[in-house]
C-alpha cells in the first residue's frame, strides 16, 4: 500500500518559516511521478501551492512564489516545501500528492497542520 506522511506542520508567526516533508513508501519511486503540495483553508477548496515534476521542472500558485520552494530527494524518496516569510493567509492544512498519469495513479497524504498567527 502506497503511503505518504507528511511532517513538518506546526504554528509560527507571521514572516516566519517551516519546512514540511512528505516521506514516501518503498513500494513507489517518487522520481518518476509529479509530485506536488496542495493546501485546504477552512471553507475553501483544495489548491495547489506547488509542483515538481519527474524532470525537476516546477510551478506555483502565484500567491507563494518567491516565499516558498520545492524540491525531492529522489534517493531518499522525500519531498520537501520550504516556506519562508509565512503570512496569516498560509493558515492551512497542507497535503502532498503523487501523481502519474501514465498509470493512472494519485496519491494523497493525510496533510499536516500550518498555522500562521501572531
Known amino acids: 500500500q502506497v503511503q505518504l506522511v507528511e511532517s513538518g506542520g506546526g504554528s509560527v508567526q507571521p514572516g516566519g518559516s517551516l519546512r514540511l516533508s512528505c516521506a514516501a513508501s518503498r513500494n513507489i519511486f517518487i522520481s518518476s511521478y509529479t509530485m506536488g503540495w496542495y493546501r485546504q483553508a477552512p471553507g475553501k477548496q483544495r489548491e495547489l501551492v506547488a509542483r515538481i515534476t519527474s524532470a525537476l521542472s516546477t510551478n506555483y500558485a502565484d500567491s507563494v512564489k518567491g516565499r516558498f520552494t520545492i524540491s525531492r530527494d529522489n534517493a531518499e524518496n522525500i519531498l520537501y516545501l520550504q516556506m519562508n516569510s509565512l503570512k496569516p493567509e498560509d493558515t492551512a492544512v497542507y497535503y502532498c500528492?503523487?501523481?502519474?498519469?501514465?498509470?493512472?495513479?494519485?496519491?494523497w497524504g493525510q496533510g499536516t497542520q500550518v498555522t500562521v498567527s501572531s
Open positions: 500528492n503523487a501523481g502519474h498519469s501514465g498509470i493512472g495513479a494519485d496519491y
